[in-house]
Nanobody, 125 residues
Framework: VQLQASGGGLVQTGGSLRLSCAAS????????VAWFRQATGKEREFVAA????????FYADSVKGRFTISRDNAKNTLYLQMNSLQPEDTAVYFC???????????????????WGRGTLVTVSS
């Protein structure tokens, strides 16, 4: 599976962006998918995940209530709607997918099999 994230850009505090992640190579309907982000000088951190069963999504506490992860299996695309953006949300955002992952590893980057190249989100104060 090849993943390509897009939709990043520069936005003011309080603004919104919608990230997309297009998957190619094979359908990813059976994969757990997620978004991570990495700010300059920091480790990659979990943002949100959605399991293949389309059960309830999982979010980092820092984005809960502001970000929404969703997927369109027909389009083989993953989304991240980001509202009420804050300067601390500034980072490169990566989409990722896993063929098989246990619940306790959803927030662990090394648990995922496929990664996109990332898209930069900059939130100005």
């Amino acid at each position: 599976v090849q993943l390509q994230a897009s939709g990043g850009g520069l936005v003011q505090t309080g603004g919104s962006l919608r990230l997309s992640c297009a998957a190619s190579g094979r359908t990813f309907s059976g994969y757990t998918v997620a978004w991570f982000r990495q700010a300059t000088g920091k480790e990659r951190e979990f943002v949100a995940a959605l399991r293949s069963t389309n059960s309830n999504p999982f979010y980092a506490d820092s984005v809960k209530g502001r970000f929404t992860i969703s997927r369109d299996n027909a389009k083989n695309t993953l989304y991240l709607q980001m509202n009420s953006l804050q300067p601390e949300d500034t980072a490169v955002y990566f989409c990722t997918a896993s063929r098989s992952i246990i619940l306790s590893n959803l927030r662990v980057p090394s648990s995922y099999d496929f990664w996109g190249r990332g898209t930069l989100v900059t939130v100005s104060s």
